[in-house]
């Protein structure tokens, strides 16, 4: 979603607004050891864990299947998308463009909901990738992008795009978030019974306007943070 970026991590959100919510949709995220990625989603470990379909939010466009999967680690959060599609609207070639107008992936994590401050990551299907972290301070977005970003820090990623007959038939992304690099964040290294608010979402252009999908029941932005679901730690 359109924000404007500021290329600095390091700052401190001292407001605390003392934000609630409640769902009754909870993710269980079950814990593992940490893996190889491929893109494919081609551990056996997987096939542990559900799929999570997203709910596609606007009307007029290819009904395309879109869903997730969600594991964690000492060290870090894997999530799997996996979304039909008939072909890659984007054209950018470099990461923390502005992905948002093209076919992305979405997560944002919420760790702790009493502050308006959360992670957002985007990931394209040529490969690329936005990292922000989002003060969202009663509707006045910005967008803060990561300081050092590498080594543990950075998110591991791994894309597949799926062919059949020579037609594109959809696109996979595998990615690894280390808990490093969420660490400006309050209750960033979750144990059994940790509560996170967290929403996975999807873009799409192919009908040249923009399609959005989202597992929380958003209405218009992906940034509506007070309707994020729970996933809770196992």
Not at 151 to 161: E, F, P, T, W, Y
Request: charged residues 20%.
């Amino acid at each position: 979603m359109k924000l404007k970026l500021v290329s600095f991590w390091g700052f401190v959100i001292t407001c605390m607004t003392g934000f609630t919510q409640s769902h009754h949709d909870t993710i269980q995220v079950t814990k593992t050891n940490d893996f190889t990625i491929d893109g494919k989603g081609s551990n056996e470990i997987w096939k542990t864990t559900k799929w999570v379909e997203l709910n596609k939010i606007d009307t007029n466009a290819t009904p395309y299947q879109t869903r997730f999967k969600i594991l964690y680690s000492a060290n870090g959060i894997y999530v799997l998308f996996d979304g039909s599609d008939n072909k890659i609207t984007s054209t950018y070639q470099h990461d923390f463009e502005n992905l948002f107008n093209a076919d992305v992936f979405e997560v944002f994590f919420h760790p702790q909901p009493s502050t308006p401050l959360y992670f957002e990551y985007e990931i394209s299907p040529l490969g690329k990738e936005l990292v922000l972290l989002i003060p969202n301070l009663k509707g006045r977005i910005n967008g803060w992008t990561p300081w050092h970003y590498e080594g543990d820090r950075k998110v591991m990623k791994a894309i597949n795009i799926s062919e059949a007959g020579g037609k594109m038939t959809g696109w996979t992304a595998e990615l690894f978030f280390p808990f490093k690099l969420l660490e400006p964040l309050e209750n960033n290294y979750p144990v059994s019974g940790t509560v996170w608010n967290a929403n996975f979402c999807r873009l799409d252009y192919d009908s040249g306007k923009m399609i959005k999908w989202s597992w929380s029941p958003i209405k218009v932005s992906f940034h509506e943070f007070l309707q994020y679901k729970k996933i809770k730690f196992n």
